[in-house]
């Protein structure tokens, strides 16, 4: 079993930066992949994955740029770099854990394991 627990979210203005931080507990002993997930009124969209030991990333289509996965093993943390800041960012952020990335990945499924999510407001 393991636990991933979000951190870092907050109020930002527009243009602004934030780090979230995505900490996992329990069986940290296995490798796991982990992807970022957006969750705003009535969508869910894909930022991005890290293989465990970050050699292969993904980034969702819109993502690229201002959004930077990585990660510090020896921390079992998972880090989401966001700049440049927009009000559209705005919605809860949620890490998930999977022992291996499955089809449809981006999608959010074949996650074992999904955080309670941070809340990110970005105003103008």
């Known amino acids: 079993q393991v636990h991933v627990v979000e951190s870092g979210g907050g109020l930002v203005q527009a243009g602004g930066s934030l780090r979230l931080s995505c900490t996992a507990s329990g069986r940290t002993s296995d490798n796991y992949n982990t992807g970022w997930f957006r969750q705003a009124p009535g969508q869910r969209e894909f930022i991005a994955a890290i293989?465990?030991?970050?050699?292969?990333?993904y980034y969702g289509d819109s993502m690229r740029g201002r959004f930077t996965i990585s990660r510090d093993n020896a921390k079992n943390t998972v880090y989401l770099q966001m700049s440049s800041l927009k009000p559209e960012d705005t919605g809860v952020y949620y890490c998930a854990a999977a022992r291996q990335f499955a089809p449809g990945y981006s999608s959010g499924r074949g996650y074992d394991y999904w955080g309670q999510g941070t809340q990110v407001t970005v105003f103008s």
């Open positions: 293989s465990w030991n970050g050699r292969s990333i």
